[in-house]
């Protein structure tokens, strides 16, 4: 079973376009966070959020608490952004995270 | 600088051999985390531990052993019980559970066995 599923696994994308990862969960949560790993395999948060929306530069996350799904956005993306997505979630005891198998992008000059 | 600080960065290993893994923190978080990742799935955890002296076996804990002696430290070995121990191995640290806590990892480890 997997507490966590994103959409969609691979993703190739022009210079330029509008981008957005989708993630769902099934588990009851504290928060829910998008981790950013790049080739190498380190991972850095890039978002945390417990409801609505928040803005980063061209990355924008919303989550939906009432439908469990929440969304990555990437507006005007840009060949640096080429890295896997990662949806995770913490638990709503607070003591385990949940992980998705991550969005693998690929922004094309 | 704060951080997460895991080695060695890369690992071969003989069949039959154990390895340790070693991972540091100066982050002064209670909560500390390791992960397997393997091509093309999530990251499945291993160990954690809340507290110094405590931690607890995760979904695939069969294979490897940890210790945590101090809350700086998390070590963890790869024993040769662990029937397929080729993969690339994260640590991670939170402050203790509660809303408003995010993660960080380290680098990882890529460990091989040759």
């Known amino acids: 079973k997997n507490e966590v599923e994103q959409s969609p696994q691979n993703l190739t994308a022009q210079e330029g376009e509008f981008i957005t990862i989708n993630c769902s969960y099934s588990?009851?949560?504290?928060?829910l966070h998008w981790l950013q790993q790049h080739p190498g395999g380190g991972i850095v948060s890039l978002f945390m959020?417990?409801?609505g929306k928040k803005k980063h530069g061209r990355l924008i996350a919303t989550i939906n608490i009432q439908e469990k799904h929440s969304s990555l956005h990437i507006t005007a993306s840009h060949p640096r952004d080429s890295a896997v997505y990662i949806c995770?979630?913490?638990?709503?005891?607070?003591?385990?995270?949940?992980f998705g198998t991550g969005t693998s992008l690929t922004v094309i000059p | 600088d704060g951080g997460i600080t895991q080695s060695p960065k890369y690992l071969f290993r003989k069949e039959g051999q154990n390895v340790t893994l070693s991972c540091e923190q100066n982050?002064?978080?209670?909560?500390m985390y390791w992960y397997r990742q393997d091509p093309g799935q999530g990251l499945r955890l291993i160990y954690y531990?809340?507290?110094?002296?405590?931690?607890q076996k995760g979904d695939i804990a069969e294979g490897y052993s940890v210790s945590r002696e101090k809350k700086e430290s998390f070590p963890l070995t790869v024993t040769s019980a662990q029937k397929n121990p080729t993969a690339f191995y994260l640590c991670?640290?939170?402050?203790?559970?509660?809303?408003?806590?995010?993660?960080?990892f380290g680098e990882g480890s890529w460990l091989t066995v040759v």
């Open positions: 588990v009851g949560i504290s928060a």
């Open positions: 995770a979630v913490r638990s709503a005891t607070g003591n385990q995270f949940y």
């Open positions: 982050l002064n978080h209670d909560a």
């Open positions: 991670a640290s939170s402050p203790a559970g509660g809303i408003g806590n995010t993660i960080y």
């Open positions: 531990s809340q507290i110094v002296n405590d931690f």
């Open positions: 959020l417990s409801s």
